[in-house]
């Protein structure tokens, strides 16, 4: 029961969850801001057994690549370097890059 309840909480924030072939595997497909939702939502539950999750999920949204942070950050126009190095936890060369090519495309 405790695994409907953690697929009905990664559906109601957004994400998708599906099984690979007929494997074990299980693949989470959602956004950076349907991620956050997730992953605090976990945080906050009560269950000591989906803790892992959060955690790994947490530990895989610090990978993100160049194209990822560019989609971040056009989707809150206006970020400042500072806000997209807190949002994502990336780095200030990152996000400087990311905020020098969003300048540069208007």
């Known amino acids: 029961m405790k695994a409907y309840a953690l697929k009905t909480l990664i559906r109601t924030a957004g994400g998708e969850l599906y099984r690979i072939g007929r494997s074990r595997n299980w693949q989470l ?5 349907q991620l956050e939702v ?17 955690k790994h999920l947490n530990n895989r949204q610090k990978n ?6 560019l989609r971040i950050a056009k989707r809150n126009l206006g970020i400042s370097i500072n806000q997209l190095m807190a949002k994502t936890d ?3 060369a990152q996000a400087r890059l990311v905020i020098d090519e969003l300048e540069d495309l208007d």
Do not use: G
């Open 29 to 33: 497909r959602a956004t950076f801001e």
């Open 64 to 69: 993100l690549s160049h194209n990822d942070l």
């Open 38 to 54: 997730i992953i605090s939502a976990i945080e906050n539950s009560d269950e000591p057994s989906w803790q892992w999750l959060a």
């Open 90 to 92: 990336c780095t200030i």
